[in-house]
């Protein structure tokens, strides 16, 4: 009888409602299980970093380890940060650097630290539509310390060994050219060419000092296909935003006609006013307003000898530029990142040109240079003729890529160099300029298609202010304080965060009505 009373008490208990089975953490057990045995609990108790950055980027990252076990740590031991898409240290976590706290941290006591590190290049993996990167705390990284509990090393949540970061790029500026002016109209070979332009800033971001570009390309002839010459430049001071500068140059013309302008008389003249590529590196530049912006119609003729006539150019002998081999010291480079390239100029005329530039450019897997991406200039003072000149130089992927901009393929490219890119010197042939190296590999973060090269935000949008709040002034407090060590230890124990309930786990199949627990058992038992 008393084995049937339990069964009908169970079957009462059952018609009242839900089962719930709870499970205890074990986090807590372990604790106390331990704390006999005098064992430290190493956590982090504070961490703060600024508030927005971008890629590549360095930040300063202030925080605090708080020993809230009851043993002393004897030995030094490592914090390292990491950066993640998500609110956790997981695989796909990006280290940053380490942090070494002295040993000695007794009981209860906490110890603040302040370290620099550098934002990943390019969007770190499974990056949030948000735009905002967490940086993590993992103490203790190599297992230094025994503790009385390991799992509370890393995932306490934000404020104590989690920083978010907003990303924000720099407002990019945009120098365009407002108006140009020449004079005289009609002009003469040998003689000087008097250029005023109005640069202006069409954009919200400053823009640096640079230089204009002044292009002679004769009339009728497109502009960008190998007929341009570049006769001068203008010096463009550092233009603030959506403000305009006034520029001029009297520019000395060439006593005879550059080899690639001979034939004609009529010219258009072209400013462009961002030479040295400080705020568009979209290459190559080319006016876009027309005659009456960026260009102006002018006429250069020979000079008149005193009989009326004129004296046919004599070019004499002439350099010849020609590049070599372009290696690039990785098959695979970064975004973000720098990297080698090793290339050589030979001079294969019979004159030395004088100084010179030699370019590098970015380009996609077929080679075309009429859309590429600036990485630098090399200033060559000369090269006698027969005599080659090699070059070692540093480059740097961009981080972003202006707005719009979408290279063939983002995964290849490859580095062209190119000998006189501007055209500013008469050579025997212009054909053996340019060389291409091989294809490399151009490599993001995480290989699961979820990272990406940024874009710039167009030069006239807004980027949103971060307007003061009673929140970012107690973050900003809170960071302050930890740089000075002043921020106080947790008065409570802290844990890592309990891992997010899921609907189907156990627990939720037992906690339903009876009916659902009945479908259970008959599943599972």
Not at 22 to 47: C, I, T, W
Not at 58 to 73: L, R
Request: no cysteine; hydrophobic share 40%; net charge neutral.
């Amino acid at each position: 009888m008393s084995q049937n009373r339990r069964s009908a008490g169970r079957r009462r208990a059952w018609g009242r409602g839900p089962i719930i089975l709870q499970y205890d953490s074990l986090e807590k057990r372990e604790v106390l299980s331990a704390a006999a045995q005098g064992l430290p609990d190493l956590v982090g108790s504070s961490f703060v970093t600024v508030q927005n950055a971008d890629w590549g980027d360095s930040v300063t990252a202030s925080g605090q380890i708080t020993n809230q076990g009851v043993g002393d740590v004897t030995k030094p031991f490592n914090v390292a940060i990491y950066a993640s898409g998500r609110a956790a240290i997981g695989r796909a976590s990006v280290y940053l650097g380490e942090v070494t706290i002295p040993g000695g941290l007794a009981a209860g006591q906490s110890v603040p630290f302040t370290t620099t590190v550098q934002l990943p290049s390019s969007p770190v993996p499974n990056m949030a539509q948000n735009g905002i990167v967490h940086l993590d705390l993992k103490v203790d990284s190599q297992q230094q310390v025994a503790e009385s509990n390991e799992r509370n090393n890393s995932g306490i949540g934000p404020g104590y060994d989690e920083s978010a970061i907003q990303i924000s790029p720099a407002q990019p500026a945009l120098l365009t050219t407002a108006s140009v002016g020449v004079y005289p109209t009609s002009a003469t070979w040998g003689r000087t060419l008097s250029v005023t332009a109005q640069i202006a800033n069409a954009s919200y971001g400053a823009a640096p000092a640079t230089r204009a570009q002044v292009v002679l390309t004769p009339v009728g002839t497109l502009q960008g296909s190998g007929s341009d010459v570049t006769i001068g430049s203008i010096k463009v001071p550092a233009v603030a935003a959506w403000q305009t500068a006034n520029v001029e140059a009297n520019i000395p013309l060439p006593a005879i006609p550059p080899l690639l302008l001979s034939g004609t008389t009529q010219y258009t003249l072209s400013v462009l006013p961002d030479a040295d590529f400080a705020t568009n590196p979209v290459s190559p530049h080319l006016a876009t307003g027309g005659i009456g912006v960026d260009q102006a119609v002018v006429n250069i003729n020979l000079p008149v000898n005193a009989d009326g006539t004129t004296t046919t150019p004599d070019y004499g002998v002439l350099p010849d530029l020609a590049t070599g081999t372009v290696t690039v010291g990785s098959s695979e480079i970064n975004w973000g990142k720098s990297f080698q390239v090793q290339t050589t100029v030979q001079n294969m005329g019979e004159a030395d040109p004088g100084p010179f530039r030699v370019r590098f450019l970015l380009v996609g897997p077929s080679g075309n240079t009429t859309r590429s991406i600036f990485l630098g200039d090399a200033t060559i003072p000369g090269l006698a003729p027969g005599y080659s000149q090699a070059i070692n130089q540093t480059l740097t992927l961009p981080s972003r890529l202006p707005d719009g901009v979408v290279l063939d393929s983002v995964g290849m490219g490859k580095i062209v160099v190119v000998a006189d890119p501007e055209n500013a010197l008469n050579e025997t042939f212009k054909n053996n300029n340019t060389a291409t190296s091989a294809p490399i590999t151009l490599r993001l973060l995480g290989s699961n298609g979820s990272t990406y090269v940024p874009n710039y935000p167009p030069p006239g949008q807004l980027l949103p202010v971060n307007l003061p709040s009673a929140a970012k002034n107690r973050r900003a407090a809170t960071a302050a304080q930890a740089a000075k060590g002043l921020v106080a230890p947790p008065t409570k124990k802290l844990y890592r965060r309990p891992l997010p309930k899921i609907n189907n786990s156990v627990t939720h199949q037992l906690s339903v009505f009876p009916k659902t627990v009945g479908d259970f058992i008959k599943k599972y038992i």
